[in-house]
């Protein structure tokens, strides 16, 4: 077996030269599958061990959850950290990092589904993921599944930790995750209103996974992020790979919303009615015009105010340019 630490994990996954197999790490070891994917194996597992995937870097520019996992990574091979969990670790767009671009061809989050008709980068990189991912929970039938994708918005929000919960009929939120999201100081919860095929929903759905889209602050250049502000969120990660229970706390602390209605861009001729910087979670009274479109024309707030999650109106034709969302009860304890 060869001896090599993941102290600069990050480094490691955006090289190009061949990467060890194999390599010791206090608790256990590890073995790279590929540039970008790291499964971790411990020798004895925690008492509350379950089987995490962690993926940074879906979209190539948002340097913080990678930053954060790197800075994991270095406990670990410290010793400051005992692996107590099997674990995947992801980084998701390694050549769209390299670039510091958000994607090389196309949005590689709207991806993840086995019957992908699309080619190029992104979509071999989706398929590779999900191989991934799908090979991974079958060498763990016997343990619970959790995923957590961590990202960061391209914008402000008055929110700036978020999380998304994807939907599928298939499997039910845990009430544990809400508290521990909660203690992790997530500050609101967006349920999605059908299925999505971003790389958590993945996750969910087809393999019964605890799994969320984690949005931690704002895309920033690496070196620029607000890392401090992520400590509850890094605790929540340590518990879960040295195989621990997390730190729990009311899931009233949160926010709650939900979507109503995904706000689709059907022509070039399209145009968001409210500026650019526009924080997520801005409320729009009844009546306020939204988006306009040459195909689908005007998108007006009905009778209820609603928020805007999720704006971006540079969007690919056919794809969505923002969520509109109401909130709701957080859930029952």
């Not at 190029?120 to 990189?125: F, I, K």
Request: hydrophobic fraction near 40%.
């Amino acid at each position: 077996m060869i001896e090599k630490p993941i102290e600069n994990w990050l480094q490691e996954s955006l090289e190009e030269a061949e990467l060890p197999t194999l390599g010791q790490l206090p608790g256990g070891h590890f073995r790279w599958h590929g540039h970008g994917l790291l499964e971790l194996a411990p020798d004895q597992p925690g008492p509350a061990a379950r089987a995490c995937v962690l993926s940074v870097g879906i979209h190539g520019n948002e340097t913080a959850p990678m930053e954060l996992l790197d800075g994991l990574m270095g406990r670990l091979a410290r010793g400051e950290l005992r692996l107590g969990a099997p674990t995947l670790v992801i980084l998701g767009n390694p050549e769209a990092t390299r670039q510091g671009v958000r994607f090389i061809g196309t949005n590689l989050n709207r991806l993840f589904r086995p019957d992908l008709p699309e080619t190029g980068r992104e979509a071999d990189r989706a398929r590779a993921l999900m191989d991934a991912v799908d090979a991974f929970f079958a060498r763990h039938t016997g343990l619970a599944r959790l995923h957590y994708d961590l990202h960061t918005a391209i914008r402000d929000s008055h929110y700036p930790r978020f999380v998304v919960s994807p939907f599928t009929e298939r499997t039910a939120v845990k009430a544990e995750q809400w508290r521990w999201l909660a203690a992790a100081e997530i500050q609101a919860v967006l349920h999605q209103h059908r299925h999505s095929w971003t790389f958590s929903h993945y996750s969910k759905h087809y393999h019964g996974a605890q799994a969320f889209t984690l949005e931690l602050g704002r895309a920033l250049p690496f070196g620029h992020n607000d890392l401090p502000s992520l400590t509850p969120v890094a605790e929540l990660l340590a518990a879960l790979l040295e195989g621990r229970e997390p730190p729990r706390a009311p899931p009233g602390r949160m926010a709650f919303f939900r979507v109503e209605h995904e706000l689709i861009r059907e022509s070039v001729a399209f145009r968001l009615a409210f500026p650019d910087d526009t924080p997520n979670f801005t409320a729009f009274p009844p009546g306020t015009l939204l988006a306009e479109d040459s195909q689908a024309g005007e998108t007006r707030v009905g009778a209820t105010p609603l928020a805007v999650v999720f704006p971006n109106a540079s969007v690919e034709v056919g794809a969505r340019a923002a969520l509109l969302v109401q909130p709701e009860p957080p859930p029952t304890e």
